[in-house]
Each structure stands twice: as structure tokens, then as C-alpha cells.
């Protein structure tokens, strides 16, 4: 009972356990049980002499017995010594009933005190895992979790420590008791397996309890909780690996037994799971987030592409990224063997300018060896450059920027030397980071070199654009003279025409009919004396005379038509129809759509010679048996269509040769255009060809 009261004195919640225990003691300590055995003894005297008295009184005295009568003697042995006896064997087993009763109802408070104790343990323990479930912010978690476990317990000052590989050493993390802020302020860092009983647990993983901590050697001593008397330490656990260690301490001596032990390393069990959920927690978040910031970085670069805002943007967004200071970028002349700083954020010193060789330094170091790199404490690192030796950023953390398995230089974050050391997970980030920033960086350069190119592109386009406006012009004027002389060329063509077919007019045809007259005179003159023979040889060759002057008429309306210039195209292409289908001998018809109305006399020859080429072709081509000549005449419109139903051609084909064969059709299109007019084939094998031409009346 001793023992409950020594471990539990200094504890609030025990209060009631000890008014309990110490009332049992109490009572244990009552005159009680003396008076049950006095009495056991001084009533069964009391009852004897009682006895003996009657016997003396009522068998001697009166009823004058002798004492020696066996009848006195069996009654006094009765009564003087059984009875008496019986009595005392009574109060005997009386008296040993209520000390088993009195033992049972210790036992029972002991019992109690124990049970009520595990109780509150297993609350406090239901609690932890309660607020370690529900909290996913580690420090509000330990804060929450030092705090409960000091005040369920009552202890003097409970303290979290956690490991950091990095430096193998033990860093508070939380406290809480009458210094718990003075302890935090200053920060307490211990040496894992070599300071104090929280190290020597962090590096053996086992409990160390202390009920006397003056008498521990591994006893570390904090001036500002120089009250402790006594200490147990327990390692935080997730698997087999220890991340911490949970201490408590109490300014009694042996406040703590083995049930503390066990308790505290459910505890520290359950902290250890809590802190691993919460910087699962946290690492999960610090990922999504950092993914969220590395779409938005994605999405920066792809709308900023201009080198010098590129270059700043992601500067700055990778010191937001890591919560740090300051960044800055290299760029890496494989030529010249030299690292440039090419822009920089927030940097202590003005790095504008700044060259480095690889090897030199944290940027240098990262370009010869590939690798990224950490440096915490710059100032005392072996490899630093005295280019930045003196400034405030102390925390180095940078990685190479590679372009297809090529180096083309690196970033460097920095941060103050107050600031939390940089970290793997800062690593990994900065990594991903990079990735995108080496394609921004070259989608920059490339689309420098393409901005460049273009404008050199453009600069070429305009005094090539500045070469083919005066070419376009010089052909334009080129073809107002090709057209121009076409023109003449055809007023000419059609004037010899003319003139030659005036000339065989007035000349051969007159000279035929003057020999045709003649021949007639001469059978006249010579009729009586003329034999039948010479009268049919002088027949024949006034019929041949007719014949040849009948070829040499035609020929002159081929030259040149005197109806056209007469009557106008309508009449001149009728006639032509009537000698088409005679000489041809295929039907055809001319049509005409609107009021007809004349052109001008170049231009009636121009559409009549067009319609002459195209019938021409139909007969020499088309094996047809039926042609078709339509003219409209719209007022704003003189539209000309001939088909026919002959074999047709291959457009296609002809478009590809055109250059070569169909040149009646070429010289045609030349015609038309010559005039402002437009002309169009439509042909199909076997399915005839179709040949229009417009001509708009303004451009007549």
C-alpha cells in the first residue's frame, strides 16, 4: 500500500485513491482488533468465574453439598471450563473472521486504487489515439498530445523530441510544463545514443527509467527544469525504425514503476503511428500542392515565352515553391567551359554578370557531377566559392538543368541560415520543378530563334513581296502589250484578210468570170462551125471556170464576210451554219436567247472567227452527227455556247497538256480574254464537249 501512495503522491487524479487507501490504513490501525482479543480472552475468565460462583452459591451453600460430590465436581468442570472454552473458541473464530475481513476490504481498495489507476491510463491512452486520429497538423498535434499527458498524469514537464537523420541528432519538437516555453524558445538538440537518457533511448530503442535521476549517469541536466527528481524515457516507434522519443519527468523520487513504463510505451507507440500519419499527411498535401503549383508553373511557361519574363517567373516560382529566400540561375558555355548567371531573384549579392567554372562551388559542383546537391551550412562546407562567401543564405539546395541527357545548367535556391534545413521532399519538388523549367526554358529559346527567323523571314517576304509587285507589274504592263499587240496582230490579220479577199474579188474572180464570158463569146461566134467534141470541151471548161470561181468565193467568205459587216452576227453565223452542214455534213443549228444587239465590228469578228474555230474542231474532231450555237443576249451579258454530241476528250488531260496540244482551243481563250471576257470546256468521253464564252457588255 506504501508502494501506491510513493508512486502516486504527486499526482492529481490519485487524490480520492489515496483518501481511500489511507482510510483502510486507518482503520487497520483502530483499537478494534485488541479489544476482540482482550475480550477473548476476559469472557471466557469472566463466564468461569460466574459459573463457579453459582455452583458455590447454589449447590454448597444452599442446597449443602460437598464440594468432593461428583454432581459439584462434573457441574463446576461443566461450567467453570467448558463453558469458558467454548466461549474463547467462539470469540476466537469470531475475531479471525473480522480480520479476513478486514484483509479482504484492502485488498479491495488496493484493488480499486489499481483498477482506477489502468483506467485513467487507458482513458489517457484512448484520448492520445482520439486527438492523434483527429489531428493531422503535427504540431498541433504534439502540442495537444504533451499537453494531456501532463495534465492526466500530473507531471512535472513532458517533452517530444524527434530524430533528424540528416544530423543524427535529437530536436525538440514540443514541451509542455512550467518552462515549456523558455525550453522551445532556446531549442534543445541532443547527440542520438551519446547525450542524455532521451539520446541513449533514440539510439538503443529501449525505455530508460530513472526514480533518481542524481544517481543516472546518462542524466542530461536542463537549467531550466531544475526541479527534476525523477525521469522515463520511451522511443517513438513506426515499425522498426525509432523517429523520437517521449519523456516525462517528475519532481519526486520514484514516481514512476513498471505499469508507467508499459503505459507510456502504448503512448509512445501511438505517437509514433500519430506522427507518421501526420507527416504522411503533410507529405501528401506538400505533393498535391506542389503538383497544383507545378500545373500553374506549366501553365506560366506556356504563356510566357519571351526569355527575359520566362527566366524571372520561374525564379520566383521556385522560391515560392520550397518557402525559401532567394534563387538564382546558370547557363553552361560548353564551349567556353563556364557557367553564367543569366538571371537571378532576391539574391543577397548582385550576381549579374557572374561566371564560375565547373567544379567551383555549389552551381559548379552540380554541372560536373550531374547530381543535384544540399548544403545547409555553405559557410563551413568544404567546396564553397569565395564569389559567395559572406552572405546571409547559408542553405544551398540546386539541381542541374538538362536538355536530353545534356547538361545546359542549373538552378540554385537559397535560404537564411534561420530558416528549416532543406530536405529531400525539397529535393524531389526542386527535381520536378527543373524537369519543366529545362523544356520552358528551351521552348524560350526556341521560340527566340523563331522569332528571329521569322522576322528574318519576314524582312526576306517583304523585299521578296517589294521584287514581286514590280515583277507583277512589269508582266501586267508585259501583258497589256502582248495584249495590245495580239490585238493589232488580229486588226492586221483580219485588214490582210480583208485586203486579200478584195483582192481575189476584184482580181482572180474577175478574171474567171471575164474567161467564163469569153468561152461563152467564143461558142457564140463559133456555133455554127464548132464539131460536137469541141462543143463539149468548151462546156467543160466553162464548168470548171464556175467551180473554180464557186472555191474562190468561199475562200473570200472565209477571209473575211462581207454579211457580218452588213447585217450583223446573227445572218452571218446562219449563213455560215447553211455552208457548215454542207461541206461538213453535220446538222447545225443556231439559237438565240434575249433581243439580239450588235457589237462592235472588232468584236463581232473576234466571236464570229471563236465560233468558226469551235465548229472547225467539231468537224475535224468530234465525230459528231449534230452541233449547237446558242447566243444570249442579256443586257449586262453576251454569253455564246456550242456543243456538240461527238466522242469528247479528257478535260483533265487536256488541262495537263494544254501547253503543248489543243492549240485552237489556247488561241481561243486568248481571243476571249483579249476582249475581257471569260471561256470554259466542258468535255467527257463519249459524252460530247461543251465550249462556253462570256463577254460582260461593260467591258466591250
Not at 484520448?127 to 504540431?139: F, I, N, T, W, Y
Not at 529566400?325 to 537571378?344: G, K, M, V
Not at 520536378?432 to 528551351?442: C, G, H, N, R
Request: charged residues 25%.
Amino acid at each position: 500500500m506504501n508502494h501506491i501512495l510513493t508512486a502516486t503522491r504527486n499526482r492529481p487524479w490519485s487524490r480520492k485513491l489515496i483518501a481511500q487507501a489511507k482510510h483502510v490504513l486507518h482503520w487497520e490501525q483502530t483499537p478494534f482488533a485488541g479489544i476482540v482479543s482482550y475480550l477473548r480472552w476476559t469472557i471466557p475468565i469472566a463466564v468461569s468465574f460466574v459459573g463457579i460462583a453459582y455452583i458455590l452459591l447454589e449447590e454448597v451453600i444452599f442446597q449443602e453439598h460437598s464440594l468432593s460430590d461428583t454432581s459439584v465436581v462434573r457441574t463446576v468442570l461443566v461450567i467453570g471450563l467448558a463453558g469458558p472454552a467454548l466461549v474463547w473458541l467462539t470469540l476466537t473464530w469470531a475475531a479471525r473472521a473480522a480480520v479476513a475481513e478486514e484483509k479482504a476490504q484492502k485488498e479491495l481498495a488496493i484493488r480499486n486504487a489499481q483498477a482506477s489507476r489502468r483506467a485513467l491510463h487507458l482513458q489517457t491512452a484512448s484520448l492520445v489515439g482520439q486527438r492523434a486520429s483527429a489531428l493531422l497538423e503535427l504540431d498541433a498535434l504534439l502540442a495537444q498530445v504533451v499537453e494531456l499527458i501532463l495534465v492526466k498524469f500530473g507531471y512535472y514537464h513532458v517533452h517530444v523530441l524527434l530524430v533528424d537523420k540528416e544530423t543524427n541528432e535529437l530536436v525538440l519538437k514540443q514541451a509542455s510544463g512550467q518552462s515549456a516555453d523558455l525550453i522551445k524558445a532556446r531549442g534543445l538538440r541532443l547527440r542520438v545514443g551519446q547525450d542524455g537518457i532521451t539520446g541513449w533511448v533514440a539510439g538503443f530503442g529501449q525505455p530508460l527509467l530513472a526514480n533518481d535521476v542524481q544517481q543516472e549517469p546518462r542524466y542530461h541536466l536542463l537549467e531550466l527544469v531544475p526541479g527534476t527528481r525523477s525521469e522515463l524515457a520511451v522511443p517513438l516507434r513506426v515499425g522498426d525504425q525509432i523517429i523520437g522519443v517521449l519523456d516525462v519527468q517528475s519532481n519526486h523520487l520514484n514516481a514512476f514503476d513498471k505499469e508507467d513504463v508499459t503505459v507510456l510505451q502504448i503512448l509512445g507507440n501511438q505517437i509514433g503511428i500519430a506522427i507518421e500519419n501526420a507527416r504522411l499527411f503533410q507529405e501528401t498535401k506538400r505533393r498535391y500542392e506542389a503538383m497544383i503549383a507545378l500545373h500553374e508553373t506549366s501553365l506560366d511557361m506556356i504563356a510566357q515565352l519571351e526569355s527575359g519574363d520566362l527566366l524571372g517567373a520561374l525564379l520566383r516560382r521556385a522560391v515560392s515553391l520550397l518557402n525559401a529566400r532567394a534563387s538564382s540561375l546558370f547557363l553552361y558555355d560548353a564551349q567556353h567551359e563556364r557557367l553564367s548567371n543569366i538571371a537571378r531573384y532576391n539574391t543577397y549579392n548582385d550576381l549579374t554578370g557572374v561566371t564560375v567554372r565547373p567544379g567551383e562551388g555549389a552551381i559548379g559542383t552540380i554541372v560536373q557531377t550531374g547530381e543535384p546537391l544540399i548544403v545547409n551550412d555553405y559557410e563551413n562546407w568544404t567546396g564553397k566559392s569565395p564569389i559567395f562567401a559572406g552572405t546571409p543564405e547559408t542553405r544551398v539546395i540546386g539541381v542541374p538543368l538538362k536538355w536530353r541527357e545534356q547538361i545546359m545548367g542549373g538552378i540554385l535556391v537559397l535560404n537564411d541560415s534561420q530558416a528549416r534545413p532543406f530536405d529531400q521532399d525539397d529535393l524531389w519538388l526542386l527535381n520536378m520543378f527543373t524537369d519543366l523549367a529545362s523544356i520552358a526554358i528551351k521552348n524560350a529559346e526556341l521560340h527566340s530563334q523563331i522569332k528571329d527567323f521569322n522576322q528574318r523571314l519576314e524582312s526576306n517576304i517583304a523585299a521578296r513581296t517589294i521584287e514581286l509587285y514590280k515583277a507583277k507589274e512589269e508582266i501586267a504592263e508585259k501583258a497589256e502589250q502582248l495584249k495590245s499587240l495580239l490585238a493589232k496582230t488580229i486588226h492586221i490579220q483580219e485588214e490582210e484578210r480583208a485586203r486579200i479577199a478584195r483582192d481575189m474579188h476584184d482580181g482572180v474572180v474577175q478574171l474567171i468570170a471575164s474567161a467564163r464570158y469569153e468561152i461563152q463569146a467564143a461558142r457564140v461566134v463559133a456555133a455554127k462551125t464548132l464539131l460536137p467534141a469541141e462543143e463539149e470541151k468548151l462546156l467543160a471548161a466553162r464548168q470548171v471556170l464556175e467551180e473554180a470561181e464557186g472555191e474562190i468565193r468561199r475562200a473570200i467568205y472565209d477571209l473575211h464576210s462581207p454579211v457580218l459587216d452588213a447585217v450583223g452576227l446573227v445572218p452571218a453565223l446562219e449563213q455560215y451554219a447553211s455552208r457548215f452542214q454542207l461541206f461538213a455534213g453535220i446538222t447545225c443549228d443556231i439559237r438565240t436567247g434575249g433581243v439580239p444587239y450588235r457589237l462592235p465590228p472588232q468584236t463581232e469578228l473576234t466571236v464570229f472567227r471563236m465560233i468558226e474555230e469551235a465548229l472547225h474542231n467539231v468537224a475535224s474532231h468530234a465525230d459528231a452527227k449534230t452541233a449547237l450555237v446558242v447566243l444570249d443576249f442579256a443586257p449586262e451579258l453576251f454569253c455564246v455556247t456550242v456543243q456538240d454530241d461527238g466522242v469528247g476528250f479528257d478535260y483533265k488531260r487536256w488541262i495537263e497538256e494544254r501547253r503543248h496540244n489543243h492549240l485552237g482551243l489556247l488561241a481561243m481563250r486568248e481571243r476571249i480574254e483579249s476582249l475581257g471576257g471569260t471561256i470554259q470546256v466542258y468535255s467527257k468521253l463519249e459524252h460530247g464537249t461543251r465550249i462556253s464564252f462570256r463577254l460582260p457588255i461593260s467591258q466591250i
